[in-house]
């Protein structure tokens, strides 16, 4: 039987803040029922997570993809094809 387990959280951020500042966060993660570093962590994560996002896809028409497509099935250009054949330097 696997053994599942959780991920052990031992990374930590540090924030610099007036005491204003904190008070007022404490005070909304805990009127949301949540520790204030549960609270940071799921809107850091979610702040992350939207600002990555755009990034990690491609939009374009239709006749764009058609020529994308094409271009990727060529064969590739020799000089390229040798540069990426070639050991790396901690090979």
Known sequence: M???????QSEHLC??????QLK??????????????Q????NLLSYARETIAPNNR??????????????LDKPMNPTLRSFIEQKTMWE
């Open 2 to 8: 696997a053994r599942i387990t959780a991920a052990r």
């Open 15 to 20: 924030l610099r803040m007036t005491c204003d």
């Open 24 to 37: 007022e966060l404490e005070l909304a993660a805990n009127l949301s029922g949540v520790n204030l570093s």
């Open 39 to 42: 609270r940071a962590l799921e």
């Open 58 to 71: 491609t939009i374009m028409a239709a006749e764009d993809f058609d020529t994308f497509v094409e271009a």
